[in-house]
Nanobody
Framework: QVQLVESGGGLVQAGGSLRLSCAASGSIFSINTMGWYRQAPGKQRTLVAHITMRGNTYIASSVKGRFTISRDNAKNTTYLQMNSLNPTDTAVYYC????????????????WGQGTQVTVSS
């Protein structure tokens, strides 16, 4: 069974930084894309950033220049470095991975982590 485990959330003052990590584990054959979404109270979940196996990245315009996504394929882990945080970044951040398991080759499925809270105080 595949699991995505996030870490690194917490409370930070405006202007501060946090680094989120997400490690995928289980019977994984390959991971196509790993990414981060966020959901603020009363709002829809939105894409923040994603990165492909080859390292191609997408960063949402709302965080471009402040957030950076990276990935360690050997560890099945993705990171979200968040700088210059402001209160509008407050949300639950969810890790996402599109991957195939050994038992489902070649089909890829969408997996989610449990979410980690990021709170930015003014």
């Amino acid at each position: 069974q595949v699991q995505l485990v996030e870490s690194g959330g917490g409370l930070v003052q405006a202007g501060g930084s946090l680094r989120l990590s997400c490690a995928a584990s289980g019977s994984i054959f390959s991971i196509n894309t790993m990414g981060w979404y966020r959901q603020a109270p009363g709002k829809q979940r939105t894409l923040v950033a994603h990165i492909t196996m080859r390292g191609n990245t997408y960063i949402a315009s709302s965080v471009k220049g402040r957030f950076t996504i990276s990935r360690d394929n050997a560890k099945n882990t993705t990171y979200l470095q968040m700088n210059s945080l402001n209160p509008t970044d407050t949300a639950v951040y969810y890790c996402n991975a599109i991957l195939s398991e050994w038992s489902t080759i070649p089909t890829s499925r969408n997996y989610w982590g449990q979410g980690t809270q990021v709170t930015v105080s003014s």
